[in-house]
C-alpha cells in the first residue's frame, strides 16, 4: 500500500497568492482528517470528513481557508488569499472504520 | 472538548537509559488514546492505541504504554533506549467510539547522546 499521498511536499509562494493542498487517502478509507502542525501551535485538526461528507470544520482557522474531499480517494485543501502566518506543515491522515490514522508526509508551507 | 498535556518538552538521555514521558488528557467521557512518534524529517507514526481492555499496551520498537483511568494518564515507557529514538513524541486523544478527529498534546523532543 502506498501509503496516505500529499502534495506538493513543500511549496512557496508569495502573500496573497492562492495555495492548494492535495490528499489522496489509504484505499478502503472512509474518514480524511486536516490537520496543521507549527511551532507555536503544535499539531491541530482544522477538518474531517466522514464518507466524503465534512464533518467538522470548527478547527478551520478563517474564511480564507477551504476543503473538499470530490470522492473518495482526493481531498484538497485550499487557501486564499495567503498570509505569512499561514507558514506550516499541513498534514493529511486517513482511517478506516474508528480505527487508529494514517499520515500522510506532510506539506511544508512557505508563505513570504 | 478534549485536551492533552505533555509535561516535558525537551528530554535528553544517554542511550540505554529508562524514559518516560508523561501525558495527561481531560475529558469526561470514554477516550481513545495513542502516542505517535516523528523522526527528523519524517511524518507521524503510530506508536501504540488503547482502546479498551487491557489498559498496559504494547507497541513497536519495546514501547509501552499504561492507561489509568483514574489520573487520566497515559504515559509512555521505553526500558532502555536507543540513539536512533531520537525523536519528536506526539500523545492525542479521541471521543470513545472514534468519530472525532484526534487533539494532540505539544509533544515531547526527545534527544538520545551515544
Known amino acids: 500500500d502506498a501509503g496516505v499521498i500529499q502534495s506538493p511536499r513543500h511549496e512557496v509562494t508569495e502573500m496573497g497568492q492562492e495555495v492548494t493542498l492535495r490528499c489522496k487517502p489509504i484505499s478502503g478509507h472512509n474518514s480524511l482528517f486536516w490537520y496543521r502542525q507549527t511551532m507555536m501551535r503544535g499539531l491541530e485538526l482544522l477538518i474531517y470528513f466522514n464518507n466524503n461528507v465534512p464533518i467538522d470544520d470548527s478547527g478551520m482557522p478563517e474564511d480564507r481557508f477551504s476543503a473538499k474531499m470530490p470522492n473518495a480517494s482526493f481531498s484538497t485543501l485550499k487557501i486564499q488569499p495567503s498570509e505569512p502566518r499561514d507558514s506550516a506543515v499541513y498534514f493529511c491522515?486517513?482511517?478506516?472504520?474508528?480505527?487508529?490514522?494514517?499520515f500522510g508526509p506532510g506539506t511544508r508551507l512557505t508563505v513570504t | 472538548a478534549q485536551s492533552v498535556s505533555q509535561h516535558n518538552h525537551h528530554v535528553i538521555l544517554s542511550e540505554a537509559a529508562s524514559l518516560e514521558l508523561g501525558c495527561n488528557y481531560s475529558?469526561?467521557?470514554?477516550?481513545?488514546l495513542f502516542w505517535y512518534v516523528q523522526y527528523p524529517g519524517q511524518h507521524l507514526q503510530l506508536l501504540l492505541k488503547?482502546?479498551?481492555?487491557?489498559?498496559l499496551v504494547k507497541g513497536i520498537k519495546g514501547f509501552e504504554a499504561e492507561f489509568i483511568k483514574s489520573k487520566f494518564s497515559f504515559n509512555l515507557r521505553k526500558p532502555s533506549v536507543q540513539w536512533s529514538d531520537t525523536a519528536e513524541y506526539f500523545c492525542?486523544?479521541?471521543?470513545?467510539?472514534?468519530?472525532?478527529?484526534?487533539?494532540f498534546g505539544k509533544g515531547t523532543h526527545l534527544i538520545i547522546q551515544p
Open positions: 491522515a486517513s482511517r478506516l472504520n474508528g480505527l487508529e490514522q494514517y
Open positions: 492525542a486523544v479521541s471521543a470513545g467510539g472514534g468519530a472525532d478527529g484526534l487533539t
Open positions: 488503547y482502546f479498551s481492555g487491557d489498559p
Open positions: 475529558y469526561g467521557g470514554t477516550v481513545n
